[in-house]
T-cell receptor, first 112, second 111 residues
Framework: ETGVTQSPTHLIKTRGQQVTLRCSSQSGHNTVSWYQQALGQGPQFIFQYYREEENGRGNFPPRFSGLQFPNYSSELNVNALELDDSALYLC???????????FGPGTRLTVL | EDQVTQSPEALRLQEGESSSLNCSYTVSGLRGLFWYRQDPGKGPEFLFTLYSAGEEKEKERLKATLTKKESFLHITAPKPEDSATYLCAVCEASGTYKYIFGTGTRLKVLA
C-alpha cells in the first residue's frame, strides 16, 4: 500500500509569485484535502476535493485554488504569494465519505 | 464559533509517569474526532477516530475517550519515543466537509 506523497519537499518563492504544490493520494483513496500549518500552530483546513469536485472549504481567500485529477492526485495553487503564506503545506487523503484522513510529509514553502 | 482547544500546551513527563491530554471542542455537529501524532517537520500520523460520546479506543500505551464536549488522550507508562506533538481535530457535520484542528500538546518524555 502506497502512502500519501507530496512534491516538492521544499520551495522558495518571492512575494507576488505563484506556486503549485502536488499530492498523490494513498492507494485506493478518492478524497484529498489540503492544509496550511504555520510554525507552532495546528493545521488549517484549506479545502477538500472528492471526485474532482470541491466539497468543503475553510477560511482561505480565492487565490488559494485546487484541482483533483481522474487518478485522484491533486494540486494546490497559490497566486500572488504573501509573506504570511510561508508554512508547511499538508495533503491528506481519505476514502469516500470516511472522515479519517492520512497525511503526507508536507511541502515547506518559504516566501521571501 | 466552532473551535478546538487543547491543553496543556506543553507537558514534560518522566518515563513511566502516566498522564492525560485534553481536547475540548465546540461544533454544531460532530462527524468525527481525531487524534494525530506529529514529529517535528513531518506530517501528522493518524492515531484514532472517535464518533460518539462514550466511545473509547486503545493502541499500545495510548487510550482515547470521548464525551459530548471533550476528548482525552491517556498515555500510560510513556517512553521517550512517545515524545511528539499530539493534535486533536474534528470534522463538523455541516452540509460540506470542514475540519478544525487544535494547536496541539507538545509532549516530552524524559528517560
Amino acid at each position: 500500500e502506497t502512502g500519501v506523497t507530496q512534491s516538492p519537499t521544499h520551495l522558495i518563492k518571492t512575494r507576488g509569485q505563484q506556486v503549485t504544490l502536488r499530492c498523490s493520494s494513498q492507494s485506493g483513496h478518492n478524497t484529498v484535502s489540503w492544509y496550511q500549518q504555520a510554525l507552532g500552530q495546528g493545521p488549517q483546513f484549506i479545502f477538500q476535493y472528492y471526485r474532482e469536485e470541491e466539497n468543503g472549504r475553510g477560511n482561505f481567500p480565492p487565490r488559494f485554488s485546487g484541482l483533483q485529477f481522474p487518478n485522484y492526485s491533486s494540486e494546490l495553487n497559490v497566486n500572488a504569494l504573501e509573506l504570511d503564506d510561508s508554512a508547511l503545506y499538508l495533503c491528506a487523503s481519505s476514502l469516500g465519505d470516511r472522515v479519517e484522513q492520512f497525511f503526507g510529509p508536507g511541502t515547506r514553502l518559504t516566501v521571501l | 464559533e466552532d473551535q478546538v482547544t487543547q491543553s496543556p500546551e506543553a507537558l514534560r513527563l518522566q518515563e513511566g509517569e502516566s498522564s492525560s491530554l485534553n481536547c475540548s471542542y465546540t461544533v454544531s455537529g460532530l462527524r468525527g474526532l481525531f487524534w494525530y501524532r506529529q514529529d517535528p517537520g513531518k506530517g501528522p500520523e493518524f492515531l484514532f477516530t472517535l464518533y460518539s460520546a462514550g466511545e473509547e479506543k486503545e493502541k499500545e500505551r495510548l487510550k482515547a475517550t470521548l464525551t459530548k464536549k471533550e476528548s482525552f488522550l491517556h498515555i500510560t507508562a510513556p517512553k521517550p519515543e512517545d515524545s511528539a506533538t499530539y493534535l486533536c481535530a474534528v470534522c463538523e457535520a455541516s452540509g460540506t466537509y470542514k475540519y478544525i484542528f487544535g494547536t496541539g500538546t507538545r509532549l516530552k518524555v524524559l528517560a
